[in-house]
């Protein structure tokens, strides 16, 4: 039954009721495609330009995996319309390959950024300006071998049409040469680079933004210290920054990289001090532009660190050091190579400090990431083990040492080209074995270290010259003083040819080759010798004080033996305050020439001066070198005549 107040009706079942319904559904249906018209008037698909701008939002966003689809769908809907030559797409393809980049899929830009270019070749030709950051982008990413090449045949045809259009010397080929040398210097073509940069820079000079010159001078720069030639690389980039100075901020990486160019060219030169306000602008700088604590600023502060530990500003070179490793930590890993690297520059600047126990746990640190994360023989391994052994050989660690030099040594030798680092190694395990007195293990490595060095640099070369004197040390070690004259002959000889004839290195070896000749019949020279290291070290630039004493002490001693007391004494007693004041009154370097002036004064036959001036120099004897060393006990027995000598004697 029907619920109270509602209505029922009724209609015949069959043909009736679809009689009755069919007109209802079909106004239904008009209705219905009607609206739907109407709708389809105001509803579209979204057009290129809304596409473009949403894979704008997208990407600034960094959602760049939508942003990659919105730049397919564009690319796709070109080639559908048969306008996948056309600049648009080359447009899309070069903001594809951005999208690329910062997905960190660096490669896959590449081929993006090649389409592109030949669309813009095909659409603007080779004249047009638009082509050339499209080429220097491809060469920023560091294409293949292949794609190098396309890329510099590429920029040639831009070169070539731009020369028959504007003439060789237009100002408008700059941007290609440049570009071009860009592309050759990935190629490790240096001088085709160096000629490519300065046909930029000539070209540039007439109409050039000074902005642009100062980058190719920068570029010219930088390939002509790679090259080798520091003279006029400095030049170029001194220009380079001088120019970027008049723009309206220095505050960007070309400017970094000049300073730091700069800088690295006069370190090569032994500039360090010149270098070093340089580094410290570039840190300053790249401070601001990415705050104090980003990766950027790690090369510029580790180069600081070395320049001011060159300068012996240890504290300030430590300071640096320590807070480049403290940007890498919160950067990287703790086992990461980039914490090795950060922990080896440290102990390297701790090293030169004078501080080697400090740098030596650091050291040990560095080799376990090492030998954590690279291969055996690797060549970091084979460098890091030989700073360690060098470390420990300092600190009287022998043994340990020795192990360590052999292992590097053995890495050394699996890696092609390390012929310098093998002889540096043989260098430095023989100069170990001499120290532990194992002579006759020594003189082969030694050898050997001089042959390789021979073979790699030149029998000429300067280096090779530690060698030879390491090995006339050998010879003086083991009683042969007349074996080691010639090789501090052929040590001189070598020295005097490659370097000015004031050098303090000319020095050492006149006197080593002095107090060896002391020890054979031809005494007579080696005061001469003597006598002309004296003067290099007084005339020096960077007067070293401890080794023109003790050039002073050797002259004083020659003279004493030869029976020249007058002349000894007054040299002994200016020895004497210049060691005081070097070394301390309490040294036993300060020791021994109290000792040898009290000699010469009991020679004179003051034998009360000479019996203080004993008793003084083995009281600090006695507490530095301890009682049983024969420096000690000589100058005990030199007390005991004295004290004898000064006895009065009585006639009955």
């Excluded at 994360?373 to 470390?391: D, E, M, R, V, Y």
Aim: with cysteine; net charge neutral.
């Amino acid at each position: 039954m029907p619920a109270p107040g509602s209505y029922t009706y009724s209609l015949p079942l069959g043909r009736g009721f679809v009689d009755y319904l069919a007109p209802v559904l079909l106004a239904l249906f008009f209705v219905a495609a009607r609206t739907l018209f109407r709708e389809s008037r105001s509803l579209r698909l979204p057009d290129d330009a809304d596409l473009s701008l949403q894979a704008d939002g997208y990407a600034a966003q960094g959602n760049l995996q939508l942003a990659e689809q919105a730049l397919n769908r564009l690319l796709a809907r070109a080639a559908f319309r048969n306008q996948a030559n056309h600049i648009e797409a080359g447009v899309y393809l070069r903001r594809l390959a951005r999208v690329k980049i910062d997905q960190g899929n660096r490669a896959a830009a590449i081929p993006l950024l090649i389409r592109a270019l030949s669309i813009q070749e095909l659409n603007l030709g080779l004249n047009s300006p638009d082509l050339l950051p499209t080429v220097e982008w491809i060469a920023s990413l560091s294409p293949s071998s292949t794609d190098l090449d396309a890329t510099i045949s590429i920029t040639r045809h831009i070169l070539a049409s731009q020369s028959v259009a504007f003439g060789e010397n237009s100002f408008r080929l700059a941007g290609a040469y440049n570009v071009l040398g860009l592309l050759v210097h990935m190629k490790g073509e240096a001088e085709s680079a160096i000629f490519a940069f300065r046909r930029a820079v000539e070209v540039s000079t007439e109409q050039a933004d000074e902005r642009n010159l100062a980058y190719y001078l920068l570029n010219l720069g930088l390939s002509l210290h790679q090259h080798g030639d520091s003279t006029e690389a400095e030049s170029v980039l001194r220009r380079s920054i001088s120019l970027q100075e008049k723009c309206p901020t220095t505050d960007t990486l070309n400017f970094v990289s000049a300073s730091m160019g700069l800088a690295e060219v006069l370190v090569n030169k032994k500039d360090a001090e010149g270098a070093e306000p340089y580094y410290h602008r570039a840190s300053e700088i790249l401070e601001r532009l990415f705050g104090p604590e980003d990766f950027h600023l790690v090369p510029a502060l580790t180069a600081l660190a070395n320049a001011r530990a060159r300068m012996q500003k240890f504290s300030e070179a430590e300071r640096d050091s320590r807070r480049a490793l403290a940007v890498r930590e919160k950067s990287a890993p703790p086992d990461s190579a980039s914490i090795a690297d950060g922990l080896e520059n440290l102990a390297g600047v701790l090293r030169l400090a004078g501080k080697l126990p400090d740098a030596l746990p650091l050291m040990r640190r560095v080799l376990a990431i090492r030998e954590k994360c690279l291969a055996p023989n690797h060549p970091s391994i084979a460098i890091t083990l030989a700073n360690l052994g060098w470390i420990l050989w300092q600190l009287d660690g022998r043994n340990e040492a020795e192990i360590l030099m052999r292992r590097a040594l053995a890495a050394g030798e699996c890696v092609e080209g390390a012929e310098v680092f093998v002889s540096t190694q043989l260098f430095n395990l023989g100069c170990l074995l001499r120290d532990k007195r194992d002579f006759a293990g020594a003189e082969p490595v030694l050898w050997r270290a001089l042959a390789l060095r021979e073979k790699a640099l030149g029998s000429e070369h300067i280096s090779c010259a530690d060698e030879l004197e390491v090995l006339a040390s050998l010879r003086m070690a083991q009683g042969d003083p007349n074996g080691a004259v010639p090789l501090l002959r052929q040590t001189l000889n070598l020295k005097e040819k490659a370097l000015k004839p004031n050098h303090p290195q000319i020095a050492n070896t006149l006197m080593n080759l002095a107090v060896t000749l002391q020890r054979t019949p031809a005494q007579d020279e080696a005061e001469n010798l003597l006598r002309r290291a004296l003067l290099i070290y007084d005339c020096a630039p960077s007067n070293d004080p401890r080794s023109f004493g003790s050039a002073l002490f050797e002259l004083a001693t020659l003279l004493f033996k030869k029976g020249r007391s007058p002349e000894a004494e007054t040299l002994y007693r200016r020895c004497l305050a210049l060691s005081e004041k070097t070394w301390g009154p309490q040294h036993a370097e300060t020791a021994k020439v109290m000792g040898m002036l009290a000699k010469t004064l009991e020679n004179a036959g003051d034998i009360r001066g000479a019996r203080l001036l004993m008793g003084r120099a083995y009281a600090i004897a006695v507490k530095t070198l301890g009682e049983d060393h024969p420096a000690t006990r000589d100058m005990k027995s030199s007390i005991s005549r004295l004290m004898i000598m000064g006895i009065p004697t009585h006639v009955n």
